[in-house]
């Protein structure tokens, strides 16, 4: 493979200016990806009420399928960047070219699965007859389209290795752009165009997506990230498959985690009334909002961290990271701060409702007080990660959302309601915070040996 210009060596140059490089791109790449589901529920929210209770019974699935891809798209990132700075180039083509018919392969096995299980499965999940039939306009499109949904996440994830985050977000944020636009004519029938619905939904954003799939795949082959002859030619296809899965299957599997807690924590707080799970399904969407550039972050330092972990330059790996921790704290200082100061203004652009009020400024008063130190864990999972060490990230977050935050909120339930709840979340937070920042620095110290 040749040394193309195109191509960034993130082994030399300053840390923090590759840091900031390949950061600010990603939250515009994020915010991009994000508003697919967006514009979908509010396009959809125009037929009526029916048509976005249907769409709402897709998200999870979606959503898991997507956790999925995500998981193949921090794999690809990982063992292209640590190929980078090892200088395996011929090897990076070769794993490249296999993520792509390993990637259409997964597609295929989710279509497979999940065409003829339509029915039960959603029907399981509470939807009715009519319900049903408009999940299936939507749902049988987007299976079939999954490769094409899927791909730009793992292409751009290799783009990123390469040290260049500013193309995969222009492309996914011109695909956003795309699914905004063609979403309305095809669900509402504009311009001559059949009214198709939550069918339409659904076919805009494979074409949106396809559309993205098609420009990584140029930007790809230009920059010689992957060949045609590797996609013909499967020798070796074993040895991909294993570098990419080990670090795939526990991100992907893991990332669905956060969404199980949540619903757990649902339906504590459903004890205490609707207004309670209203204003904490408002406070995660907030939440959600002051975490994305903290994913941002994460998602940009992989590939600095990869490139150096593979050139064995473990200084500059400690210095990503410790830049990466101190940039954490302070935003989720600044984040905190807005929050609780302005928690009563927040809450009134929710609902004016009493009591939905009251628990959403109780959220608000709490739980973000534990960002500083609870946020910390983000940048240790992708740092791991990028090293090649899902396990421990994953075994992390395990150990945080199922064996400590679930019978903690369990436990500040019986003590005190929904605001013990909340003290759960936040004294979780801290204490997973402050101890996997600790132990994890350890850590990398004891596998940074091993390199020397």
């Known amino acids: 493979m040749s040394h193309s210009s195109s191509k960034r060596d993130l082994t030399e140059g300053s840390v923090r200016r590759h840091l900031i490089r390949l950061t600010i791109p990603m939250i515009w790449g994020i915010l991009a990806i994000i508003s697919f589901q967006l514009v979908d529920a509010y396009y959809i929210s125009l037929l009526g009420t029916d048509h976005l209770a249907a769409i709402s019974y897709t998200f999870p699935i979606t959503y898991g399928i997507f956790s999925l891809f995500i998981g193949m798209g921090v794999a690809t990132s990982s063992v292209i960047s640590r190929l980078i700075g090892a200088k395996e180039f011929e090897t990076i083509k070769r794993v490249t070219s296999h993520a792509i018919v390993l990637v259409l392969g997964i597609s295929v096995v989710a279509a497979i699965i999940g065409i003829p299980f339509l029915n039960p499965l959603f029907g399981a999940m509470g939807a009715d007859e009519k319900e049903l039939e408009m999940i299936r306009s939507f749902m049988f499109p987007y299976f079939l389209g999954t490769f094409f949904v899927s791909m730009p996440v793992v292409g751009n994830a290799a783009l990123r290795a390469s040290g260049d985050a500013v193309v995969p977000a222009i492309i996914m944020t011109v695909a956003a752009v795309a699914n905004m636009i063609v979403d309305p004519i095809l669900i509402f029938g504009l311009f001559g165009f059949p009214r198709l619905e939550l069918f339409g939904a659904a076919i805009s954003t494979v074409i949106a997506n396809f559309c993205a799939m098609l420009a990584g795949f140029y930007v790809m082959y230009r920059r010689e990230l992957f060949d045609f002859e590797h996609l013909r030619n499967w020798h070796k296809f074993g040895d991909s498959c294993k570098r990419l899965l080990i670090i795939g299957l526990p991100v992907g599997i893991t990332s669905m985690l956060p969404s199980f807690v949540n619903s757990t924590i649902t339906g504590l707080l459903s004890k205490t009334g609707p207004a309670a799970v209203a204003a904490f399904g408002a406070a995660t969407r907030i939440e959600a909002l002051t975490l994305v550039v903290m994913m941002a972050l994460s998602i940009g330092m992989a590939p600095l961290v990869g490139q150096n972990w593979g050139a064995k330059n473990v200084d500059r790996v400690k210095t990503a990271v410790r830049e990466a921790l101190i940039f954490s704290v302070l935003w989720s200082v600044v984040m905190a701060a807005l929050l609780v100061g302005f928690s009563s203004q927040i809450a009134d652009l929710f609902s004016t409702e009493s ?35 899902p396990q421990i990230s994953s075994g992390l977050l395990f150990l945080k959302l199922i064996v400590i935050m679930i019978p903690a909120t369990m436990v500040g339930y019986d003590l005190a309601g929904a605001m013990g709840v909340f003290i759960a979340i936040a004294a979780v937070n801290v204490i997973t915070g402050v101890g996997f920042h600790f132990w994890a620095w350890r850590r990398i110290g004891h596998h940074a040996s091993k390199l020397a």
């Open 355 to 389: 009591v939905l009020h009251h628990y959403l400024v109780l959220f608000l008063m709490i739980v973000p007080l534990s960002y500083p130190l609870g946020n910390l864990t983000h940048s240790w999972g992708s740092a791991f990660n990028a090293m090649g060490k």
